[in-house]
């Protein structure tokens, strides 16, 4: 017992236990959970927003045509290009377009993301070749790839040699400066622990440059993607019978607006698979990062 200041008189000492309990009394009355905030700017995925909005604009489209706000002449109602396309389907001449169209594209884009992958991996990895290839990376990166075409024409030939060298060619320097800029972003307090531990090179560069280059790449690889779909187009428009540039350009020679764009649906069909087909490798390749 102890005397209370005020009155004088005894009061109760209270043990170790009755402060506990008074504080966790206070404690559960006053402190709040704090909510979760570590979602580390993870989008949340909306499937249809895209096709709805896809359906409004081709839905409003289809209204101005019929209304006559659009003119017909300029850009054709949905309904006349779906008729084109119809077409094509009926006539078979899709399948000698399409066919045409991903031989030139797989071919190049392929050859050119391999060699471009390999000489960004040297140019980082080694300083001589650094010091020699980045240099002409740096000044045959802004040419305009189709402006080589007659040369390539003249070197490859009018087949699909020339073809295939322009969207190589085109698809070359992104990805190199992708891959190289991706390895020297690689955090290099990951490389030196990896050489305290004793790894060697082959494996410092196996498991630990190429894993972490790797987000660079793939996003070199997207750019490098619709740049072979604009060569591909450019390049068949010059000297070729089959292909979706080939049939562009023969609908714009005719005047034949609702053909020019089926074409042009075609091409945006591509490139929305091309970019799927990349999605899904992302996914599968760096799934590591979630």
Avoid: C
């Avoid at 506990?20 to 206070?26: E, I, L, P, Y």
């Avoid at 390999?118 to 020699?132: C, E, K, N, P, W």
């Avoid at 790449?217 to 740049?227: D, E, K, P, T």
């Amino acid at each position: 017992m102890s005397l209370d200041a005020t009155t004088g008189l005894e009061k109760p000492r209270r043990n170790a236990s009755d402060l506990k309990q008074n504080r966790n009394a206070v404690s559960k009355a006053t402190v709040k959970p704090v909510p979760f905030r570590g979602g580390g700017f993870v989008h949340r995925r909306h499937r249809f927003v895209a096709l709805l909005l896809f359906v409004v604009l081709v839905i409003l489209w289809e209204i101005g045509s019929q209304t006559g706000f659009i003119s017909n002449i300029a850009l054709p109602a949905p309904s006349e290009a779906a008729g084109a396309m119809s077409d094509l389907f009926e006539t078979g001449m899709i399948w000698k377009h399409l066919s045409a169209s991903l031989y030139r594209l797989v071919v190049g884009w392929s050859l050119g993301s391999l060699i471009g992958v390999t000489v960004g991996l040297a140019i980082a990895l080694f300083s001589i070749v650094r010091a020699g290839v980045s240099p002409f990376v740096s000044a045959l990166f802004p040419i305009p790839k189709i402006a080589l075409l007659p040369l390539f024409i003249i070197w490859f030939g009018i087949g699909e040699g020339s073809k295939v060298a322009t969207i190589l060619f085109g698809v070359f320097f992104p990805t190199v400066i992708a891959t190289y800029g991706g390895v020297d972003n690689v955090d290099r307090n990951l490389i030196r622990m990896g050489q305290s531990f004793g790894l060697s090179w082959l494996s410092i560069v196996r498991k630990i440059i190429i894993p972490g280059a790797l987000p660079a790449i793939l996003s070199g690889f997207r750019i490098s993607a619709s740049i072979a779909i604009i060569l591909l187009v450019a390049a068949e428009m010059i000297g070729a019978e089959f292909g979706i540039g080939a049939y562009i350009l023969m609908a714009g020679a005719l005047f034949a607006t609702d053909q020019l764009i089926a074409g042009v649906a075609m091409l945006s069909v591509l490139g929305l698979t091309v970019g799927w087909l990349i999605s899904r490798a992302e996914r599968w390749l760096l799934r590591w990062r979630a």
